[in-house]
C-alpha cells in the first residue's frame, strides 16, 4: 500500500525517508513490528474487497482515508509536532494525497469490484517495477543499468503469467486489471513528485504525512457525494473492513513502518514489499474462497525477482546514499 509524502513506497506503496541518524531502539523487536506490518498491508486488499460488498468503491475509500487521517492526526498531537507552513508546501502536499492515495486507494477499491483481492496484491507488488521506470525520467540522479532494465522486463513477463496471457487472461477482467496496474504507477509517480518538490523541506515526516492524509481525505470527501449515494444499509463486517482498513492499513501501519526505518534503515523497510502479496494471497484464498492458479504465485514470485533486480545498486552508489540519508529506490 502507499506511504504518505515525505516517505518512499514500500510497494507502494510504498519506505520513510529516516529523520534522524541515530538508531531508535524500541520495546517491541523490529521482526516481529515487521511481520504485523507486512500481515496489515496483506490484509488491506481483504477489507477493500469485503468494504465494497456494502459500499461504493469511494465510500470505501473516503472511510479509509478518514480513519487513517485521525490515527495520524492523533499521533501529531500526542507528539506535539507542527504542521507544515508555507502555500508551495500545501500545494504540493495536494498533488501527492491525489497521487499516492486518493486516485490509487480509489482504483485499488474500483478494480476489486472485477478482480479478485489476491490478483490486486500482486498487482500492487509491481510499483518498485513502475519506480524504476519513472526515476530513470523523472530523477536524473537515477541511472539505469543492464541490471535495473532486466529486473523490470522480467518483472512485467511475471504479470504476463499472472494474467494467463497466453490463455486469454485466465478470465480476469482487463479492465480491473488495468486499473489495479495504474495505481501501483500512481505509487510510482506520486513518489517521484514527493521527491522532485518535497525532500528537505525541513517538516517531519509524520507533519507532512498527516497533512497529506488531511488534504486527501478533503479531495474525496468533495468528489464522492457527485458520484455516490447514501448506502441504505452499514453490515456490520463491511463497516469494520473499512474501519480496519484505515486506522490500520493507512494510519497505524504508517507508524509502524516510520518506527522501522528509524530504527534499521530504510532496505529493512523496503523489504515488506516481497511478503505484502504472500499475505494477500493467503487471505484471499483461505477467508475469501478466491480460486488461484498455478500461474499467479509463480507469476508473483517472478514479479518480486524483478521488483528485487530494479532495487539493487552499485555499491558505491549505494553507500553514497547511504552516508547522505538519503532513501534507496
Given at each position: ?136 525520467v523523472a530523477l536524473s540522479e537515477d541511472r539505469p543499468t543492464r541490471q535495473r532494465f532486466a529486473g523490470v522486463g522480467l518483472g512485467f513477463l511475471g504479470v504476463l503469467t499472472v494474467l494467463g496471457a497466453w490463455q486469454g ?161
Open positions: 500500500m502507499s506511504v504518505p509524502a515525505g516517505l518512499r513506497p514500500a510497494t507502494a506503496p510504498p519506505v520513510p525517508a529516516p529523520g534522524a541518524a541515530t538508531p531508535v531502539r524500541r520495546a517491541v523487536d523490529w521482526r516481529i513490528r515487521f511481520t504485523v506490518l507486512g500481515l496489515i498491508w496483506g490484509f488491506s486488499f481483504l477489507f477493500i474487497k469485503v468494504g465494497t460488498e456494502a459500499f461504493a468503491p469511494l465510500q470505501v475509500t473516503l472511510g479509509r482515508m478518514v480513519f487513517g487521517t485521525v490515527v495520524l492526526v492523533a499521533a501529531l498531537i500526542v507528539k506535539r509536532d507542527r504542521l507544515p507552513r508555507g502555500k508551495w508546501a500545501w500545494l504540493h502536499l495536494t498533488v501527492a494525497a491525489l497521487l499516492l492515495n486518493a486516485l490509487p486507494f480509489s482504483l485499488f477499491a474500483y478494480a476489486e469490484l472485477t478482480i479478485p483481492s489476491t490478483l490486486a496484491g500482486i498487482c500492487n507488488a509491481t510499483t518498485p517495477l513502475w519506480s524504476m521506470v519513472v526515476s530513470v487472461f485466465s478470465g480476469q477482467d482487463p479492465a480491473g486489471t488495468a486499473m489495479a496496474l495504474i495505481a501501483a504507477a500512481s505509487y510510482a509517480v506520486g513518489w517521484a513528485y514527493v521527491r522532485r518538490t518535497l525532500a528537505g523541506s525541513g517538516n517531519s515526516n509524520l507533519a507532512m504525512s498527516g497533512s497529506q492524509l488531511l488534504l486527501g481525505t478533503i479531495q474525496l470527501a468533495v468528489i464522492t457525494p457527485f458520484f455516490t449515494s447514501m448506502p441504505t444499509s452499514f453490515p456490520l463486517l463491511s463497516v469494520l473492513s473499512v474501519l480496519a482498513l484505515g486506522a490500520l492499513g493507512t494510519g497505524i501501519a504508517f507508524l509502524i513502518q516510520y518506527g522501522l526505518v528509524a530504527e534499521k534503515g530504510p532496505t529493512i523497510g523496503a523489504m515488506v514489499t516481497y511478503l505484502i502479496p504472500v499475505v494477500a494471497t493467503a487471505a484471499g484464498v483461505l477467508l475469501l474462497h478466491e480460486r488461484l492458479g498455478w500461474n499467479e504465485p509463480v507469476g508473483a514470485a517472478v514479479v518480486l525477482a524483478g521488483a528485487a533486480l530494479t532495487q539493487l545498486r552499485p555499491r558505491k552508489a549505494r553507500k553514497a546514499r547511504t552516508a547522505a540519508g538519503t532513501p534507496q529506490p
